[in-house]
């Protein structure tokens, strides 16, 4: 079941946009002024430097809140359940602890430690909060799987093809060199707690606070994985892969471009990231980055003095970068730490997310009383799939 996400256009999420776009004009004004400076007398007014860099604060300040409004103003709709009744024995037992009434139901099963599967509308709504927080969930291909690993035979070399007419012979052609990749999933865990007298409460959605609770955590969690990742108990992150120079580099390694210059980089090494993966792959790129590195971008400009950066006219999408969306990763390093500071490429080909079905959730009334604990927990995996579709910027 997909939920349907809808959101709503509130006077505060207007006045948001449009601050927003008040103090993009001045940092626009106030970094010209500082680069004519900078041509005039080589050195800026330290003042105006001190401006750009409050103004370049501020517009990340104020890109957080128009998130946050457009989260709370999307709510995840669901068609009505066909079993209410063991709807409503789950509910029952979140707030109460009995799980009698879901004996015989195939909404929920109990598992080895004594915790309950969510039913998929509860499953749904963790997994819709998840992707509107996650920024890979966004980018990534996401398969659900039933099995502990997922499997996937992939091409490390083309198969061979040809030409010929209607009545001519076929040349026997090779077959492609196939590599298998695993994916295995690790368990990823979040213990919210919750007041009797929030349980007590009627009125109050429980999927709807479970679901809130451990979102942020599994996001935080997950994404640290997806880009850092070593592999074991967790997914795979696309920097964990050795990297090489763009063109050197064998199955199962990233392309990298070196910036001109040690702990900095231009835009024209943007444009060299750009145009390293094949054109197939650029269709639908993205930029990746963290928000001290999209700093630094906001002040660039091309050759006929355009900020190559744009930020984002429609709430809940991407600003963009030389045309392409341009996705803030928490987790990438910064320009100076000598790491891949930004990467760009089709990550929806070229990284994968796998799913375990089933989040189970154990109750836990005893631990820190006087509040109930939820032991929530779900398996996830990833990895690279597609090694020539993501490509990654070192500041040399």
């Known amino acids: 079941m997909t939920p349907e996400l809808q959101t709503k256009m509130t006077p505060e999420l207007k006045t948001a946009q449009a601050d927003f776009a008040t103090t993009f004009?001045?940092?626009?004004?106030?970094?010209?002024?500082?680069?004519?400076?900078?041509?005039?007398?080589?050195?800026?007014?330290?003042?105006?430097?001190e401006k750009v860099d409050r103004l370049n604060t501020a517009l990340d300040a104020q890109t957080k809140r128009i998130e946050n409004l457009t989260l709370s103003g999307a709510r995840p709709g669901f068609?009505?359940?066909?079993?209410?009744?063991?709807?409503?024995?789950?509910?029952?037992?979140?707030?109460?602890?009995?799980?009698?009434?879901?004996?015989?139901?195939?909404?929920?099963?109990?598992?080895?430690?004594?915790?309950?599967?969510?039913?998929?509308?509860?499953?749904?709504?963790?997994?819709?909060?998840?992707?509107?927080?996650?920024?890979?969930r966004g980018l990534?291909?996401?398969?659900?799987?039933?099995?502990t690993t997922f499997r996937k035979p992939v091409a490390a070399s083309g198969a061979q093809s040809g030409w010929a007419g209607e009545t001519e012979a076929r040349v026997e052609t090779d077959a492609p060199q196939l590599e298998l990749l695993d994916f295995p999933a690790g368990e990823l865990y979040a213990m919210p707690?919750?007041?009797?007298?929030?349980?007590?409460?009627?009125?109050?959605?429980?999927?709807?606070?479970?679901?809130?609770?451990?979102?942020?955590?599994?996001?935080?969690?997950?994404?640290?994985?997806?880009?850092?990742?070593?592999?074991?108990?967790?997914?795979?992150?696309?920097?964990?892969?050795?990297?090489?120079?763009?063109g050197l580099q064998s199955f199962g390694e990233i392309g990298e471009i070196l910036s001109g210059e040690a702990g900095v980089f231009e835009t024209d090494d943007l444009l060299n990231l750009l145009y390293a993966p094949n054109s197939r792959y650029r269709t639908n790129g993205s930029f990746v980055m963290n928000r001290r590195t999209?700093?630094?971008?906001?002040?660039?400009?091309?050759?006929?003095?355009?900020?190559?950066?744009r930020p984002s006219e429609v709430a809940g999408t991407p600003s963009t970068l030389l045309g392409y969306n341009l996705v803030e990763m928490e987790d990438m390093p910064d320009i100076?730490?000598?790491?891949?500071?930004?990467?760009?490429?089709?990550?929806?080909?070229?990284?994968?997310?796998?799913?375990?079905?089933?989040?189970r959730v154990l109750r836990d009334p005893y631990s820190a009383k006087p509040y109930v604990l939820f032991y929530t927990t779900k398996r996830v995996g990833g990895g690279v799939q597609d090694f020539d579709a993501i490509k990654v910027l070192k500041a040399a």
């Open 25 to 49: 004009a001045a940092f626009r004004d106030a970094n010209d002024a500082r680069l004519a400076e900078i041509e005039a007398k080589s050195s800026p007014d330290p003042l105006l430097s």
């Open 79 to 136: 068609a009505p359940a066909s079993g209410t009744e063991a709807k409503s024995a789950w509910a029952s037992f979140i707030r109460t602890g009995d799980a009698s009434a879901l004996e015989g139901k195939s909404l929920s099963s109990v598992d080895g430690e004594g915790g309950l599967i969510a039913p998929v509308e509860t499953e749904s709504r963790i997994a819709s909060a998840l992707f509107e927080t996650s920024p890979m």
């Open 140 to 147: 990534a291909t996401v398969r659900t799987i039933g099995a």
């Open 193 to 246: 707690a919750a007041t009797q007298a929030l349980l007590d409460d009627s009125v109050a959605d429980v999927d709807a606070w479970l679901a809130d609770e451990v979102r942020d955590v599994f996001a935080a969690q997950e994404t640290a994985a997806f880009v850092n990742g070593d592999g074991v108990n967790k997914p795979r992150g696309f920097l964990s892969y050795t990297s090489r120079p763009d």
């Open 294 to 309: 999209i700093n630094e971008v906001r002040k660039f400009k091309d050759t006929e003095g355009n900020y190559i950066w």
């Open 336 to 359: 100076a730490g000598g790491g891949a500071c930004a990467a760009f490429g089709d990550f929806r080909r070229g990284y994968l997310i796998a799913d375990r079905q089933g989040v």
